[in-house]
Structure formats: structure tokens, C-alpha cells
């Protein structure tokens, strides 16, 4: 495409120095914050006591395994949805999911966790002498809360469909479909051989949606009660203002690392299948 | 999954094979895909949102508006005024600089800029909550590092204000007005330029009656968005100011905690019932406008 050149006008440059600045000074203040103590000079303290710090990692591995479960329940209920949308061409299934799926949106994670509260205190207030009352004392396993699984969902719902529903708009899901199946595939081989494969991007990205969603939150944990990772940094900020602040520096890191890896991911496997069906063309 | 996979794409094929049938036709198996979903929904979402619609208009067994009222009065109705004047206050800014931003990096010959500052922003739209409130108080806190190199604090400055938790929800909201808009600003067409400029329309003419409007739902879209992220942040105040700035979301974290008064639950309950309302105001004035974007934009 011919695009217009601009000049380099100031303004341009005005933009993105005030804007790098912006971004720039608070990583390079949380740096300097951690690494030159007062009255200790310059030390990587704050960084080598992450680890032995108290509650770390159990606090850590109970994110990932949050974020890890949402990722997959998300996309299991997400998946088949979409694609049936685009497999139909259902008009109106195709709107009451958008409907469902732009929901969580409307209701804020604080006011979410309070209408999960009251949910939960029918547990010992109505229901303790049924059979259900051991499911709401399951799902509340502080080790590992599956509730915070359920309410992740709920809030990762829109991005994941969101991204989901893109990703089958840019590929024509119901030719691929129809060719794999006259060529003889079986459902589960056209599915897991042709479709999917062809939604990498999508998955990645719903995928990396949802897990910076769930690393990173804090409300409805700490108003559940449950300790995953955010809510031990704020603990842990009581002791320790200096290992707090290299904790949240270290979880950018982890965030960015989290997308470079998605976005590696999905352009290399994107150019092995695009070399390997160049490769089947000139056959 | 496969199992509702399989069952439900016989049935799509079928329509597949037969498209004069595909329209006004029922299908039941692509609902039957559907339907875990709908199901966890259902329950995880429909079953709290009654609960707390339940609970918000019931006053002592019986059903009212008491709980509603009391949550527009006082302490409460300042910490929702506090709430919406943040997020539009803070939206507003930071979709006239996200804009910029996108246009200055949309507009600029090197490729490396635009891949570097829209990878920034997807990582930074995404660095909310409480890291991002320990990043600030380490930088521009009372103790922080900008703060006292300066001497900040003598001319008054505070992050523990509304323009202290403004300048932080800054840090995420421009980037996703950037990720939001700048696809947008890729839509607009070099013709649509070129052909103002032949025109012999100025650069801002071409911006008034040509790039605006065309970006327009666009950017109203980029606000309701933004302006939904920081009517619903609570991580970043939470832990960051405390209860100096009054906002609803800590209010109802409060409320729910107990740590107000006991048996403020209901209260809660109809605090939150206020802040789907405003999100669904918000919300209602961007739909219509959705559609018209796509038709430019597409």
C-alpha cells in the first residue's frame, strides 16, 4: 500500500518524549528504589530475599495454577461456542452469545465479588444440613480456591471471546472444515489437525489475555479471603516496602515475558506452517 | 469438549451441504455447543448477579428501595461522584493522549517505534493494579525516589490525591487507548487524505469534516472502555491511597468486610447495583455507535 511520507513535524517527537518519559521514570524509579536502600547503599537485597521471603512461593504457584485452570476452562467453554457460531451461521446464537459474553463487562470484579459473597454465605446459612454444602466447602479450599477459578472465567470471558471470535473471522472455518471431511478426516482430526492449528494466533492471545488477568489480580481474592500472589505483595509491603516494590517490578517482567513468549510462539509456528504448505504446493 | 464438538458439527454440515435451508432453520446441535457455556453463566455469573440484585432491593425480609437509597446519600453518594469524576476525568485524558500517542507512532516511518510501542502497550495496559500502585509510591510516594530527589513534597504534591491516583491510572490507560485506536487510525485510507489535500482542504480541515468523524465511534468506543477500567479499579487505590480518595469501589470492599459497620451488606449490595447502572449507561450511549464505525472501518 502507498503510503502517504510524512516530515517528521515536532510535534511528533514532542509526543514521544514526553511519552517515554512518562513510562520510562516509574520503572527507573522502582529500580533505583530497590537497589539504593537508605543507609545501606547500593545492595540486590531486596531482590535475592524474593525467594526466601515467607509465603513467596507458595503464593506464586497458587496464581500460576489459578491462572493455568482458567486459561484451559475458558477456552473449553469458549471454543466449542465460537465455533459453532461459525460452523452454523447461527444469526441468533451468534447474538445471545454476544450478549453473555459482553455481560461481565458491565458488572465491575468488586461488585462481582459481592453478589458471590451472598452466593457463598447460603453455604452454612441455607444449605448445610444438604449434600451441596460440601461442594461450597470444596470450591473454598483456601490451598487452592476453584471459586477464584469460576469468577476468572467469568471476568476473562469477553477478551477470550472476543479474541476467539477475530481469529475465526480472519479464516474461513466452515471450507476448511468441509475439505478436511471430504477428504476424509474424522471430526476430532479435522478439528485438531486443520482448525485449531489455524487459530493459533487466537488461542495465544486469549490465552495471554487471561493469564495477565489472573496474575495479576487482586480484588476478588482478597475480598474472598484467599492469598494468591497480589494480594501477598500487599502483605508482604508491610514489612518490606523495598521487596514489595522489586516483586511488582519483576511481575512487569514476568507479564512481558509472558507476551514475548506468545507472540514468539505464535509467529514462528505461524511461518513453519506456512513453509510446510509451500512446500505441499509444489509438490 | 469433543464430545459436544461432535455432536454439534454433523448438524452444521448439514447445513453446509443444504444453503437455501441455512436460514430461519433450527439447529440444535450448534446450541448443544453452547451450551456448557451458557451453563457456567448461568451460574457463575446469573447466580451472584441475582443474588446481589436480590439483596440490594431486600430491607429486612421484605423487598424496598431503602438499600438503594441509602447508597445515594452521604459518604456513599460522595464516593460515587469520587468514582465517576476519576474515571471520566482520567478517560478523557487518556483517550486524547492515547490518540496522539497512535497517530505519532502510526504516522512514523520506522517499523521498529510501532512494534516496540504497541508491544509496550499491551504489556502496560495489562500492569494495572497493585504492582503498578507500588511502582508509583516507590516513585513519587512520600518516601519515593522522584519525590524526595526534588523536594516534591514542599510544593505540595501528594500521590495520595485525586490527581496522584489520576497520574497513575494514566500508566495503564493510555496504552489501551493506544492498542483500541490504533488499528482505527491504520483504517483511515492515504486516498481520503490525499484526496482532501487535492481538494486543497488544510491539514486541519481533512481533521475536521474527514478523520474525526470517521474515528469517532472509535474513540467514544476507546472512552466507555476506559472509562470502565477506572470506574472499576480497585487493586491501585486500594493499595495505594488508602481511603484518602473516596471511591465506591472501596466502599463496597468496606462494606463487605464489615470494617465500616456490621450489616452492611445490603448497602454493599446496592452500592454495586449502582455502579452496573452507570456502566450500562455508559455502555448504552456507545452501542448505537458501534455500528456506524464499522461501516467505514471495515
Not at chain 1, 11 to 23: C, N, Q, S, T
Not at chain 1, 175 to 187: F, I, K, N, Y
Request: proline share 5%; aromatic share 8%.
Amino acid at each position: 500500500m502507498a503510503r502517504l511520507t510524512y516530515p517528521l513535524r515536532p510535534w511528533r517527537g514532542a509526543v514521544l518524549l514526553i511519552a517515554g518519559i512518562y513510562f520510562l521514570v516509574p520503572l527507573l524509579a522502582s529500580l533505583v528504589f530497590t537497589v539504593d536502600v537508605p543507609g545501606q547503599g547500593l545492595t540486590l537485597e531486596s531482590y535475592t530475599q524474593i525467594f526466601s521471603a515467607d509465603g513467596f512461593t507458595a503464593a506464586l504457584l497458587r496464581s500460576v495454577g489459578l491462572a493455568l485452570c482458567t486459561v484451559a476452562l475458558a477456552l473449553l467453554l469458549t471454543l466449542p461456542a465460537a465455533l459453532a457460531v461459525r460452523l452454523s451461521g447461527s444469526g441468533r446464537l451468534r447474538a445471545v452469545l454476544e450478549v453473555v459474553c459482553t455481560l461481565p463487562l458491565v458488572v465491575p470484579p468488586v461488585a462481582l465479588v459481592a453478589g458471590l459473597g451472598t452466593v457463598l454465605k447460603w453455604g452454612p446459612d441455607h444449605l448445610a444440613t444438604t449434600p451441596l454444602y460440601q461442594t461450597f466447602v470444596a470450591i473454598q479450599n483456601p490451598s487452592f480456591p476453584l471459586v477464584l477459578v469460576f469468577a476468572y472465567v467469568v471476568m476473562a470471558l469477553p477478551f477470550v471471546y472476543r479474541s476467539l471470535d477475530a481469529g475465526l473471522r480472519a479464516v474461513d472455518v466452515r471450507t476448511l472444515v468441509e475439505a478436511a471431511r471430504d477428504l476424509g478426516a474424522s471430526w476430532p482430526r479435522a478439528l485438531f489437525a486443520v482448525v485449531l492449528p489455524n487459530l493459533r494466533t487466537a488461542l495465544l492471545n486469549a490465552s495471554f489475555l487471561a493469564l495477565a488477568l489472573v496474575l495479576g489480580e487482586f480484588t476478588v481474592a482478597s475480598l474472598l479471603g484467599f492469598q494468591p500472589f497480589a494480594v501477598w505483595i500487599v502483605q508482604a509491603s508491610g514489612d518490606n516496602a523495598q521487596l514489595s516494590v522489586a516483586v511488582s517490578l519483576l511481575s512487569l517482567l514476568l507479564t512481558w515475558g509472558l507476551l514475548l513468549v506468545v507472540t514468539g510462539l505464535a509467529r514462528t509456528r505461524g511461518t513453519r506452517g506456512a513453509r510446510k504448505s509451500r512446500k505441499k504446493e509444489a509438490v | 469438549m469433543t464430545l459436544t464438538t461432535t455432536t454439534s458439527t454433523p448438524a452444521a454440515v448439514t447445513a453446509v451441504e443444504r444453503p437455501t435451508q441455512r436460514r430461519g432453520r433450527r439447529r440444535p446441535g450448534a446450541w448443544l455447543a453452547a451450551v456448557p457455556l451458557l451453563a457456567f453463566v448461568a451460574l457463575a455469573f446469573g447466580v451472584p448477579a441475582v443474588a446481589m440484585l436480590n439483596g440490594a432491593l431486600s430491607v429486612d425480609g421484605s423487598y424496598g428501595l431503602g438499600n438503594m437509597s441509602q447508597s445515594v446519600h452521604g459518604a456513599y453518594w460522595t464516593a460515587l461522584l469520587g468514582s465517576v469524576k476519576l474515571a471520566a476525568t482520567t478517560a478523557a485524558i487518556a483517550a486524547v493522549l492515547g490518540l496522539l500517542l497512535a497517530q505519532a507512532v502510526v504516522t512514523s516511518r520506522g517499523k521498529a517505534l510501532r512494534e516496540a510501542v504497541l508491544t509496550a502497550s499491551g504489556v502496560l495496559a495489562n500492569f494495572g493494579g497493585v504492582p503498578l500502585a507500588f511502582a508509583f509510591v516507590a516513585t513519587l510516594g512520600n518516601a519515593g525516589v522522584i519525590t524526595t530527589r526534588l523536594g516534591l513534597a514542599q510544593h505540595g504534591w501528594s500521590l495520595y490525591s485525586f490527581w496522584g491516583l489520576a497520574l497513575t491510572y494514566l500508566y495503564f490507560l493510555i496504552p489501551l487507548m493506544v492498542l483500541t485506536v490504533a488499528p482505527a487510525l491504520d483504517g483511515l485510507r492515504p486516498q481520503w487524505r490525499e484526496a482532501a489535500r487535492s481538494s486543497g482542504a488544510s491539514a486541519w480541515q481533512y481533521w475536521r469534516h474527514v478523520g474525526v468523524p470517521v474515528l469517532l465511534p472509535t474513540l467514544l468506543g476507546g472512552f466507555v472502555l476506559l472509562f470502565g477500567s477506572a470506574f472499576a479499579a480497585y487493586a491501585t487505590a486500594a493499595s495505594m491511597v488508602g481511603s484518602s480518595v473516596p471511591l465506591v469501589t472501596m466502599q463496597i470492599a468496606d462494606a463487605l468486610s464489615g470494617n465500616v459497620l456490621v450489616g452492611q451488606e445490603n448497602v454493599a449490595l446496592a452500592l454495586s447495583l449502582d455502579m452496573v447502572i452507570v456502566a450500562l449507561l455508559v455502555m448504552a450511549v456507545h452501542l448505537p455507535l458501534q455500528r456506524r464505525s464499522a461501516r467505514w472501518l471495515a
